[in-house]
């Protein structure tokens, strides 16, 4: 930016300088606005949950699979179940609505390589648990 004033000053086209900035301001508010409503919808099929991301309810991108199998463990993010994994170093993907007053974050851990945080609704919740009812707790 420090190069691009520099010449601008010195080819004497000052005026249009402003007008540069705002055309490039635009374009990058416009950018930011396209991620601002982000949400993630889970489907389940045959032990295993599609993830998708939903930008500004227009645009869908599916974002991982997970396979219900693999998973090691899902409980509610405050409870003790977890205690085990807390030490864990492992990738955190966050596929909740980064909400903290929701009560309704879980955190499975999958495959010993990842911890993932979704934020399923009651049938979902249930699917889950008939899938693989060692490996998930509500408490």
């Known amino acids: 930016i420090t190069v691009l004033c520099v010449a601008v000053a010195l080819t004497g086209i000052i005026p249009i300088f402003p007008i540069f900035?705002?055309?490039?301001?635009?374009?990058?508010?416009?950018?930011?606005?396209?991620?601002?409503?982000?949400?993630?919808?889970?489907?389940?099929?045959?032990?295993?949950?599609d993830i998708d991301m939903v930008l500004n309810k227009q645009k869908r991108k599916h974002v991982t699979n997970i396979d219900l199998t693999k998973m090691d463990i899902m409980a509610p993010i405050e409870s003790d179940k977890l205690a085990d994994y807390k030490n864990i170093e492992c990738k955190?993907?966050?596929?909740?609505?980064?909400?903290?007053?929701?009560?309704?974050?879980?955190?499975?851990?999958?495959?010993?390589?990842?911890?993932?945080?979704?934020?399923?609704?009651?049938?979902?919740?249930?699917?889950?648990?008939?899938?693989?009812?060692?490996k998930v707790y509500n408490s």
């Open 92 to 134: 955190t993907e966050d596929y909740s609505s980064k909400i903290k007053e929701s009560k309704n974050i879980f955190v499975m851990y999958y495959d010993g390589q990842r911890r993932i945080l979704i934020e399923p609704d009651e049938r979902l919740y249930k699917a889950i648990y008939n899938c693989a009812p060692r």
């Open 21 to 49: 900035i705002a055309i490039i301001t635009g374009f990058l508010a416009y950018f930011v606005s396209l991620r601002v409503d982000i949400e993630y919808e889970y489907t389940l099929t045959d032990k295993e949950i």
